[in-house]
């Protein structure tokens, strides 16, 4: 998975160099992993009662091996398409010639691409549509990130689908922050009600 700082880089260069950026979404990414060996029961429902086991030839969501097996796939495919690894972050591919650079980051089944070169630009994502089932956009929303481009070029970058999801998972969150407070009162009255919401806390600071 492509880190942060790779995606805040990108979008710094793409902004100072006044490149194109757009983003794609892969749907049902897990599905097009190609298992070299694995076997399953047969379901319930389909047992012939022989005994026999089913060999699975796709991948599917929940195996161990699913995300292993995607990132194979999609390595793959960036082969074809004559771009490189980068040796700083494995998922982020390059191809440059002259004064032409390109630049895709994939995190899990979401990507970005980014170019001075919109005709290869456009080419690339022809041969993403061939290869995966995708869907193509703005950079208006990656990885909970909202990201406005303004008109003086540069992008404005919030979370602030991310922060109103985070509230709403609180159950003890209400409307306003100041009502905090007294819930918690009411909440601390054992040991294990403390136990309970210092668990609660933790969580909540991790999220942010």
């Avoid at 159950?171 to 100041?178: D, N, P």
Wanted: hydrophobic share 40%; net charge positive.
């Amino acid at each position: 998975m492509v880190c942060y700082d790779t995606i805040r880089t990108l979008l710094a260069v793409a902004t100072s160099e006044g490149m194109k950026i757009k983003r794609f979404d892969v749907k049902t990414a897990f599905l097009y992993g190609e298992l070299e060996e694995a076997y399953l029961e047969q379901p319930e429902g389909f047992d012939d009662g022989s005994g026999r086991v089913c060999q699975l030839k796709r991948s599917l969501y929940g195996l161990k091996q699913a995300p292993r097996c995607w990132n194979k796939r999609f390595i793959g495919f960036m082969e074809k398409a004559r771009l490189k690894n980068s040796t700083a972050d494995p998922c982020l591919f390059y191809r440059t010639h002259g004064d032409t650079f390109f630049y895709i980051a994939i995190y899990v089944d979401e990507g970005l691409v980014v170019g001075n070169n919109d005709e290869e630009i456009q080419v690339f994502l022809r041969l993403l549509q061939e290869e995966f089932e995708v869907t193509i956009g703005l950079l208006e929303n990656f990885l909970g990130i909202q990201n406005k481009c303004q008109s003086d070029g540069s992008i404005f970058v919030n979370q602030e689908a991310y922060k109103t999801r985070y509230c709403k998972s609180l159950t003890w969150l209400k409307q306003k922050v100041c009502r905090l407070l007294p819930v918690v009162k009411k909440v601390i009255t054992t040991k294990m009600s403390v136990a309970r919401f210092h668990i609660r806390r933790q969580w909540a600071v991790s999220c942010i």
